[in-house]
C-alpha cells in the first residue's frame, strides 16, 4: 500500500500566506522610504529600536540612514515571495512551501545585515 503526502494548498492559505508577505513588504518599504530620508520618527514600536539607536534624534536617523538600502532589498524580497505565493498552481504545495521558508530566511538574514550596518559609525560600535 501506497501512501501519497501531495495535495492541494487551499487558496485561502495560499493568499493568507502571500499577503503577509506583502504586508511585510509594504511594512519594510515605508521604513526604508522613510528611514533613508530622515522622516521615520523615534518611536517603540516600529524601526531599528535598539538602546544605541533610540539614545537620540540623530544615532535614529543614522542607523536608518544606513540600513535603508538593506531594507529596500529585503522589502523587495518579501513582495516577489508574496506575489508568486500567490500566483503559484495551488497543486504545487512544495514550491509554495519553499517560496514561503527561503523568503522568511533572506528576510531575517537582510534585517540582520541592515541592523549591523545601519549601526556602524553610531559611538560604542
Known amino acids: 500500500m501506497r501512501h501519497e503526502t501531495g495535495g492541494v494548498v487551499p487558496l485561502s ?3 493568507a500566506l502571500g ?3 506583502l504586508i511585510v513588504a509594504l511594512v519594510q518599504g515605508v521604513i526604508a522610504h522613510r528611514g533613508a530620508r530622515g522622516k521615520l520618527p523615534r518611536n ?3 524601526g531599528f529600536r ?3 539607536s533610540l539614545s537620540s534624534e540623530s544615532a535614529w536617523i543614522h542607523v536608518h ?4 538600502p538593506l531594507t529596500w532589498v529585503s522589502s523587495a ?3 516577489f515571495a508574496g506575489s508568486a505565493i500567490i500566483l503559484l498552481d ?5 514550491m509554495i ?3 514561503t521558508l527561503v523568503a522568511a530566511f533572506a528576510i531575517i538574514i537582510l534585517m540582520i545585515m541592515a541592523w549591523k550596518v545601519g549601526h556602524q559609525g553610531l559611538p560604542g560600535s
Open 50 to 52: 535598539g538602546a544605541r
Open 90 to 94: 495551488g497543486s504545487n504545495e512544495w
Open 19 to 21: 499577503a503577509s508577505h
Open 13 to 15: 492559505v495560499q493568499i
Open 97 to 99: 512551501l519553499a517560496t
Open 77 to 79: 524580497v518579501a513582495f
Open 65 to 68: 540612514r544606513r540600513a535603508a
Open 44 to 46: 517603540h514600536w516600529i
